[in-house]
């Protein structure tokens, strides 16, 4: 009988340990405070630190048009409106496989200048019709930001919003992919695989 036990006890912790490992952990999420020197696009954006060392931050939960396509620049420009020159929070706990920061990136609103850091950018780009959901990737963001994220791209898509101006641009492709994630495997191929790098003359 107590031998039993003890494999019991032993199988009930197992099960626990694989349950504890399966579910995404919010807990270890890291931040990076910097100024943005930055903006290669309309998701991915470049964050000096009080180090003077620079990291390249991936914008999570979305994907922007690359600056020549539809709407590209017009992305951009929202993001350069947004945190051009600003202080921003990133909240991260991973870096994708080129090397870039992927987290959330937070900024005061700009209409609060004596709030915090609360503005969800990503969430903003998306809302003006600047970006899609990246629903491919929803299941490593918090349930709450992946309703908000969802209610905001379906209104922007309701109201014609930015991109969702362009029917080309706002179907999916044969393939299931949606252009933003085409544009984004396009975009990626290209680029240097680091997330921080020396530091360089500050130009947006």
Known sequence: MRGSSQSAVLLLVAFAALIFHSIPSFAETRSL???VVHIADGD????????KVQHRVRIAGIDAPEKNQPFGNASRKRLVDLVARKEVRVEFNKHDRYG??????????????TCGKTLDVGLAQITTGMAWWYRKYANEQSAEDQGRYEFAEQEARAKK???WKDKIRSHRGS???REGDIFLHNREKHTTPTSCCRPR???I
Not at 44 to 51: G, Q, Y
Not at 100 to 106: A, N, S
């Open 100 to 113: 870039r920061i992927l987290g959330k990136v937070l900024v005061k609103p700009p209409d609060c200048p």
């Open 201 to 203: 003359p500050n130009h």
């Open 175 to 177: 393939s299931g992919k």
């Open 33 to 35: 405070e910097g100024i």
């Open 161 to 163: 919003a930015g991109l």
């Open 44 to 51: 991915t954006i470049t964050v000096l630190d009080s180090n």
